[in-house]
């Protein structure tokens, strides 16, 4: 079981940034993989970024180059920097984690990750 709890969502105008935080504990081993995902409304959850134990991070092409998966293995925290912000990426940004199908590799789908957070708004006006 991993529970997680994310924070640091809010609004900001485009062009902004905000920094998203995923607490994470429990059974933690080097095939667990985290993620994150976002739904906006009316849309289905979409994959942004994901990260092996390893830290291999993968990213949505939407996000490429704007936003950066991190971890601090002191406190078993992840974050979501977010730079650039445009509407587009309006929308509740869910942390999730899971086994990873090999050792540092993680999936990109939401059906690979049990372990989901609360989510956290994230609003981009013009």
């Known amino acids: 079981q991993v529970q997680l709890v994310e924070s640091g969502g809010g609004s900001v105008q485009a062009g902004g940034s905000l920094r998203l935080s995923c607490a994470a504990s429990g059974y933690i081993n080097s095939r667990t993989c985290m993620a994150w995902f976002r739904q906006a409304p009316g849309k289905e959850r979409e994959g942004v970024a994901t990260?092996?134990?390893?830290?291999?991070?993968t990213y949505a092409d939407s996000v490429k180059g704007r936003f950066t998966f991190s971890k601090d293995n002191a406190k078993n925290t992840l974050y979501l920097q977010m730079n650039s912000l445009q509407p587009e990426d309006t929308g509740m940004y869910y942390c999730a984690a899971d086994q990873g199908l090999r050792v540092n590799y993680c999936g990109p789908a939401s059906t690979d990750y049990n372990y989901w957070g609360q989510g956290t708004q994230v609003t981009v006006s013009t």
């Open positions: 990260r092996t134990t390893f830290g291999r991070t």
